[in-house]
Protein backbone atom coordinates (compact mmCIF):
# COMPACT_ATOMS: atom_id res chain seq x y z
CA UNK A 1 0.00 0.00 0.00
CA UNK A 2 0.92 3.55 -0.36
CA UNK A 3 2.60 5.21 2.25
CA UNK A 4 0.52 7.13 4.84
CA UNK A 5 -0.94 10.96 3.59
CA UNK A 6 1.75 13.41 4.41
CA UNK A 7 0.51 16.85 4.05
CA UNK A 8 2.85 18.75 2.56
CA UNK A 9 3.52 22.79 3.18
CA UNK A 10 3.99 22.96 -0.60
CA UNK A 11 6.73 25.98 -1.95
CA UNK A 12 6.32 29.12 -3.46
CA UNK A 13 5.95 29.05 -7.38
CA UNK A 14 9.15 30.54 -8.68
CA UNK A 15 9.16 33.50 -11.51
CA UNK A 16 11.35 35.05 -13.86
CA UNK A 17 12.96 36.96 -11.09
CA UNK A 18 13.99 34.32 -8.64
CA UNK A 19 17.37 32.81 -7.77
CA UNK A 20 18.17 29.38 -9.15
CA UNK A 21 18.52 26.73 -6.07
CA UNK A 22 21.87 25.12 -5.85
CA UNK A 23 22.49 22.87 -9.08
CA UNK A 24 24.22 19.44 -8.19
CA UNK A 25 23.92 19.98 -4.49
CA UNK A 26 23.15 16.22 -3.37
CA UNK A 27 19.54 17.50 -3.21
CA UNK A 28 17.55 15.82 -5.34
CA UNK A 29 14.89 18.23 -7.03
CA UNK A 30 11.69 17.81 -9.09
CA UNK A 31 11.14 21.13 -11.44
CA UNK A 32 7.40 21.41 -11.57
CA UNK A 33 3.83 23.65 -12.02
CA UNK A 34 0.92 23.06 -9.55
CA UNK A 35 -1.37 23.68 -12.50
CA UNK A 36 0.90 21.34 -15.49
CA UNK A 37 -0.37 17.83 -15.81
CA UNK A 38 2.80 16.30 -17.54
CA UNK A 39 4.23 17.78 -14.25
CA UNK A 40 1.46 16.43 -12.10
CA UNK A 41 2.16 12.73 -13.05
CA UNK A 42 5.44 12.60 -11.54
CA UNK A 43 4.31 15.12 -8.41
CA UNK A 44 1.69 12.15 -7.81
CA UNK A 45 4.00 9.29 -8.45
CA UNK A 46 6.72 10.97 -5.81
CA UNK A 47 3.54 11.40 -3.34
CA UNK A 48 2.31 7.69 -3.60
CA UNK A 49 6.07 6.28 -3.10
CA UNK A 50 6.22 8.85 0.32
CA UNK A 51 9.17 10.56 -1.09
CA UNK A 52 8.08 13.78 -0.09
CA UNK A 53 11.46 14.13 2.29
CA UNK A 54 13.16 12.85 -0.25
CA UNK A 55 12.49 14.48 -3.83
CA UNK A 56 12.27 18.74 -2.78
CA UNK A 57 9.43 20.25 -5.49
CA UNK A 58 10.76 22.81 -7.26
CA UNK A 59 7.52 24.76 -8.98
CA UNK A 60 7.93 27.09 -11.77
CA UNK A 61 5.17 29.65 -12.98
CA UNK A 62 5.77 28.98 -16.68
CA UNK A 63 3.88 31.96 -17.81
CA UNK A 64 6.81 34.09 -16.43
CA UNK A 65 9.71 30.99 -16.09
CA UNK A 66 12.97 31.95 -14.78
CA UNK A 67 15.62 32.61 -17.65
CA UNK A 68 17.96 30.11 -15.76
CA UNK A 69 15.92 27.15 -16.21
CA UNK A 70 16.82 26.89 -19.57
CA UNK A 71 20.24 27.84 -19.44
CA UNK A 72 21.52 25.82 -16.75
CA UNK A 73 19.00 23.38 -15.65
CA UNK A 74 17.06 21.81 -18.63
CA UNK A 75 17.82 23.24 -22.13
CA UNK A 76 14.07 21.63 -23.23
CA UNK A 77 12.51 24.14 -20.70
CA UNK A 78 9.79 22.08 -20.03
CA UNK A 79 8.58 20.92 -16.78
CA UNK A 80 8.73 17.97 -15.39
CA UNK A 81 12.44 17.28 -14.85
CA UNK A 82 14.17 15.58 -11.91
CA UNK A 83 18.00 16.51 -10.96
CA UNK A 84 19.20 13.12 -9.59
CA UNK A 85 22.56 11.59 -9.59
CA UNK A 86 24.68 14.60 -11.27
CA UNK A 87 22.21 14.77 -14.18
CA UNK A 88 18.54 16.25 -15.59
CA UNK A 89 16.07 13.69 -16.71
CA UNK A 90 12.77 14.57 -18.61
CA UNK A 91 9.80 13.20 -19.96
CA UNK A 92 6.50 12.64 -17.19
CA UNK A 93 6.18 9.48 -18.79
CA UNK A 94 9.86 8.21 -18.61
CA UNK A 95 9.90 9.69 -15.36
CA UNK A 96 6.85 7.85 -13.26
CA UNK A 97 9.36 4.91 -14.55
CA UNK A 98 12.19 6.25 -13.56
CA UNK A 99 10.80 7.05 -9.98
CA UNK A 100 9.28 3.93 -9.50
CA UNK A 101 12.72 1.86 -10.48
CA UNK A 102 15.40 3.99 -8.35
CA UNK A 103 13.33 4.79 -5.32
CA UNK A 104 12.16 3.18 -2.31
CA UNK A 105 7.89 2.71 -1.78
CA UNK A 106 5.85 0.65 -2.98
CA UNK A 107 5.60 -0.72 -6.69
CA UNK A 108 3.77 0.81 -9.44
CA UNK A 109 4.15 -1.49 -11.94
CA UNK A 110 2.65 -5.05 -11.78
CA UNK A 111 4.94 -8.62 -12.62
CA UNK A 112 2.03 -10.44 -13.58
CA UNK A 113 2.95 -10.74 -17.54
CA UNK A 114 -0.66 -10.52 -18.66
CA UNK A 115 -0.53 -7.16 -16.52
CA UNK A 116 2.60 -6.36 -17.28
CA UNK A 117 1.74 -6.39 -21.35
CA UNK A 118 -2.20 -4.46 -21.59
CA UNK A 119 -0.11 -1.37 -19.21
CA UNK A 120 2.34 -1.35 -21.90
CA UNK A 121 -0.56 -1.12 -24.42
CA UNK A 122 -2.23 1.58 -22.45
CA UNK A 123 0.78 3.18 -22.42
CA UNK A 124 0.98 3.68 -25.56
CA UNK A 125 -2.63 4.70 -26.24
CA UNK A 126 -2.14 7.46 -23.49
CA UNK A 127 -0.88 10.16 -26.28
CA UNK A 128 -3.65 9.35 -28.62
CA UNK A 129 -6.67 9.78 -25.99
CA UNK A 130 -5.20 13.28 -25.05
CA UNK A 131 -4.76 14.02 -28.56
CA UNK A 132 -8.33 12.94 -29.78
CA UNK A 133 -9.70 14.95 -26.86
CA UNK A 134 -7.96 17.76 -27.08
CA UNK A 135 -8.55 18.20 -31.00
CA UNK A 136 -12.51 17.84 -29.89
CA UNK A 137 -11.78 21.05 -27.63
CA UNK A 138 -11.29 23.10 -31.23
CA UNK A 139 -14.18 21.39 -32.86
CA UNK A 140 -17.80 20.51 -31.44
CA UNK A 141 -16.29 18.66 -28.01
CA UNK A 142 -18.52 15.36 -26.77
CA UNK A 143 -19.65 14.71 -30.92
CA UNK A 144 -15.74 13.67 -31.54
CA UNK A 145 -14.33 12.52 -28.43
CA UNK A 146 -16.73 9.93 -27.17
CA UNK A 147 -14.60 7.61 -28.39
CA UNK A 148 -11.71 8.28 -26.03
CA UNK A 149 -13.51 7.94 -23.28
CA UNK A 150 -15.28 4.49 -24.90
CA UNK A 151 -11.77 3.50 -25.15
CA UNK A 152 -11.09 3.97 -21.40
CA UNK A 153 -14.11 2.21 -20.03
CA UNK A 154 -13.22 -0.96 -21.87
CA UNK A 155 -9.84 -1.07 -21.07
CA UNK A 156 -11.30 -0.92 -16.97
CA UNK A 157 -13.51 -3.72 -17.80
CA UNK A 158 -10.03 -6.07 -18.42
CA UNK A 159 -9.47 -7.01 -15.01
CA UNK A 160 -11.68 -7.55 -11.99
CA UNK A 161 -9.26 -7.38 -9.05
CA UNK A 162 -9.78 -3.94 -8.62
CA UNK A 163 -11.16 -0.97 -10.07
CA UNK A 164 -7.99 0.49 -11.93
CA UNK A 165 -7.08 -0.16 -15.01
CA UNK A 166 -4.69 -3.06 -14.10
CA UNK A 167 -6.87 -4.17 -11.39
CA UNK A 168 -4.71 -2.64 -8.74
CA UNK A 169 -3.37 0.92 -8.90
CA UNK A 170 -0.60 1.50 -11.19
CA UNK A 171 1.42 3.96 -13.08
CA UNK A 172 -0.89 3.77 -16.22
CA UNK A 173 -3.29 5.38 -13.74
CA UNK A 174 -1.20 8.31 -12.90
CA UNK A 175 -0.49 8.47 -16.74
CA UNK A 176 -4.31 9.03 -17.08
CA UNK A 177 -5.60 10.85 -14.28
CA UNK A 178 -4.21 14.18 -14.72
CA UNK A 179 -5.83 14.84 -17.93
CA UNK A 180 -8.89 12.78 -17.56
CA UNK A 181 -9.21 15.33 -14.10
CA UNK A 182 -9.30 18.37 -16.63
CA UNK A 183 -11.42 16.58 -19.51
CA UNK A 184 -14.11 15.86 -17.09
CA UNK A 185 -13.94 19.56 -15.94
CA UNK A 186 -13.79 21.46 -19.22
CA UNK A 187 -16.05 19.44 -21.03
CA UNK A 188 -18.65 19.30 -18.22
CA UNK A 189 -18.64 22.92 -18.19
CA UNK A 190 -18.01 24.49 -21.64
CA UNK A 191 -20.21 21.75 -23.18
CA UNK A 192 -22.17 19.98 -20.50
CA UNK A 193 -21.01 16.92 -21.42
CA UNK A 194 -20.42 14.15 -18.52
CA UNK A 195 -17.83 11.56 -19.28
CA UNK A 196 -18.85 9.13 -16.92
CA UNK A 197 -22.66 9.25 -18.32
CA UNK A 198 -22.93 5.15 -19.63
CA UNK A 199 -19.75 4.60 -18.58
CA UNK A 200 -20.02 2.97 -15.04
CA UNK A 201 -16.49 1.70 -14.83
CA UNK A 202 -15.06 5.08 -15.45
CA UNK A 203 -17.04 6.69 -12.91
CA UNK A 204 -15.71 4.44 -10.79
CA UNK A 205 -12.35 4.95 -11.38
CA UNK A 206 -12.66 8.36 -11.12
CA UNK A 207 -13.89 7.75 -7.69
CA UNK A 208 -11.48 5.98 -6.04
CA UNK A 209 -9.00 7.83 -7.70
CA UNK A 210 -10.53 10.72 -5.50
CA UNK A 211 -9.57 8.83 -2.54
CA UNK A 212 -5.81 7.98 -3.00
CA UNK A 213 -4.06 11.00 -0.78
CA UNK A 214 -1.08 10.80 -3.20
CA UNK A 215 -3.25 11.91 -6.11
CA UNK A 216 -5.60 14.29 -3.82
CA UNK A 217 -2.98 16.42 -2.96
CA UNK A 218 -1.68 17.17 -6.51
CA UNK A 219 -5.38 18.15 -7.98
CA UNK A 220 -6.11 21.90 -9.56
CA UNK A 221 -8.42 24.17 -8.69
CA UNK A 222 -11.60 23.77 -11.06
CA UNK A 223 -12.32 27.35 -11.79
CA UNK A 224 -8.81 27.90 -13.27
CA UNK A 225 -8.60 25.52 -14.93
CA UNK A 226 -11.81 25.90 -16.47
CA UNK A 227 -10.35 29.46 -17.36
CA UNK A 228 -7.05 28.88 -18.53
CA UNK A 229 -8.82 26.30 -21.23
CA UNK A 230 -11.42 28.81 -22.17
CA UNK A 231 -8.31 31.47 -23.09
CA UNK A 232 -6.44 28.48 -24.79
CA UNK A 233 -9.23 26.98 -26.88
CA UNK A 234 -11.56 29.86 -27.47
CA UNK A 235 -8.37 31.68 -28.91
CA UNK A 236 -7.72 28.91 -31.36
CA UNK A 237 -11.17 28.91 -32.84
Not at 186 to 193: F, P, Q, R
Request: charged fraction near 25%; glycine fraction near 6%; aromatic fraction near 14%.
Amino acid sequence: MASPAVVESLPPSLNSSAEQPPLFDGTIKLYTCYKCPFAQRVWITRNYKGLQEKIKLVPLILEDRPAWYKEKVYPMNKVPSLEHNGKIIGESLDLIKYVDSNFEGPSLFPDDPEKKKFGEELWSYVDEFMKIVYTSFKGEGPKECGSAFDHLESALGKFEDGPFFLGQFSGVDIAYITFVERFQIVLSELWKYDITAGRPKLAAWIEEMNKIDAYKQTKTDPIELVESYKKRFTAQQ
